[in-house]
């Protein structure tokens, strides 16, 4: 069946499968080359009987290898799209979606606790120095992390249409990269939310560092509970935690605390297509809870908010290029990180990142940047003040 599977499915370029105890077989042609070797024979069965979960599976478990993970991931998400929108499998997957997403107060810290509490170590040996763990920004010209990061920072910052002296929300503020950079940059004061004791950790010691204590406040708090409003409201990264039945409270949230002439920008990963589901494999070890929405789920919910959508740029191939660069890193420390966590932890994180990066390339994944205000007024009416920011380097 698996030979079968492969044969009429693999059009654009070629893949090599070895099985157990001998016996090769190829499928496809051309570039790029992947291969595969099988060393447990169940796991044919297995990653047939549920692609989306069971090739994950199966390489933490070290049922099978291959010289290049992402060449053979990319030939394989090339080739096979998701499962069919009417299929059986995909409406039993929409009906339960709002399970999946359950992102009440409580289980809204246990979700970020999985994967944001995991050891400040980790996160610093794959990430740029300011530990950005969101999608670079790679305008002509740049070809490395840092500086990817940096003109990212840069965008967002010229995107909020700062003046000294504002007061700036930021929800889901990682490790304080962002909020630091806006208190120093532009002279206003940042109240950073996380739900993360980790993240929370690490803020106030760079906060603290860098002598901001007066201009910066890291919380530990729900954006739900927040009482203040603000002149700027910014959010990276921490839209695909909110769940789409939430979407409504979370855009609530964003117009009570806002003036009314305040300016939000929202980065988040987003489909081209139609409304999902979550991958059932990054569920459960990577993000759960977690949630990439559609275009027309975010602007539905923006609209019933009564805010305007006051410009809205889609960020192609940017994070498959950052998660490319993860990758990279990750194996030039990953014999490190596995003496410390086990092969079983590499395994699973070094799929995460090259699935995710081939996603971009495949599945129809893009970044968001929805900027919107109460008044649509709040912002100059051309882009103008965005490009002619970054030619003076702002």
């Given at each position: 069946m698996l030979d079968r599977?492969?044969?009429?499915?693999?059009?654009?370029?070629?893949?090599?499968?070895?099985?157990p105890?001998?016996?090769?077989?190829?499928?496809?042609?051309?570039?790029?080359?992947?291969?595969?070797?099988?060393?447990?024979?169940?796991?044919?069965?297995?990653?047939?009987?549920?692609?989306?979960f069971m090739l994950g599976q199966t390489y933490m478990e070290e049922g099978w290898s291959t010289s290049d993970l992402r060449t053979l991931l990319a030939v394989l998400m090339g080739n096979f799209d998701d499962s069919e929108p009417g299929s059986a499998k995909r409406l039993v997957?929409?009906?339960?979606?709002?399970?999946?997403?359950w992102n009440r107060r409580a289980a809204s810290r246990r979700n970020v606790?999985?994967?944001?509490?995991?050891?400040?170590?980790?996160?610093?040996r794959f990430l740029d120095t300011d530990m950005q763990y969101s999608c670079a920004y790679w305008p002509d010209g740049v070809d490395d992390l840092e500086n990817a990061q940096a003109a990212k920072r840069a965008l967002i910052r010229r995107k909020?249409?700062?003046?000294?002296?504002?007061?700036v929300l930021d929800i889901g503020c990682g490790w304080g990269g962002l909020a630091?950079?806006?208190?120093?940059?532009?002279?206003?004061?940042?109240?950073?939310?996380t739900l993360s004791e980790e993240q929370a950790r690490v803020a106030r010691d760079r906060v603290r560092e860098r002598g901001l204590e007066d201009r910066v406040d890291i919380r530990i708090q729900d954006y739900r509970d927040v009482p203040e409003r603000f002149d700027r409201i910014v959010s990276v990264g921490m839209f695909e935690?909110?769940?789409a039945q939430y979407y409504d409270t979370y855009f609530r949230a964003l117009h009570d605390h806002l003036t009314p002439d305040g300016v939000v920008l929202l980065h988040t990963i987003g489909r081209l297509g139609r409304p999902g589901v979550t991958n059932p494999w990054i569920r459960r070890y990577i993000f759960p809870g977690g949630y990439i929405p559609s275009m027309s789920e975010v602007s539905a919910a923006i609209e019933r908010q009564h805010l305007a959508t006051t410009d809205l740029e889609v960020l192609r191939l940017h994070y498959a290029y950052t998660l490319a660069a993860w990758f990279e890193r990750f194996q030039a420390v990953r014999d490190q990180v596995a003496a410390e966590k086990g092969e079983r932890f590499c395994r699973m994180w070094e799929f995460y990142l090259a699935a995710s990066e081939m996603a971009f390339h495949y599945r129809g994944l893009v970044v968001f940047?929805?900027?919107?205000?109460?008044d649509q007024a709040a912002v100059p009416l051309s882009r103008g003040y965005l490009h002619e920011a970054a030619a003076v380097g702002a």
């Open positions: 599977f492969l044969h009429d499915g693999i059009e654009w370029g070629s893949l090599t499968l070895e099985r105890g001998g016996g090769t077989r190829h499928f496809g042609s051309g570039q790029p080359e992947a291969d595969i070797t099988l060393h447990d024979r169940r796991v044919e069965r297995r990653v047939l009987s549920d692609p989306d997957q929409a009906a339960i979606r709002p399970l999946q997403q606790a999985h994967h944001y509490d995991l050891d400040e170590s980790l996160f610093r909020l249409c700062l003046e000294p002296g504002q007061q630091i950079e806006l208190a120093e940059q532009a002279d206003v004061r940042v109240i950073g939310l935690h909110v769940g940047h929805f900027q919107l205000a109460a």
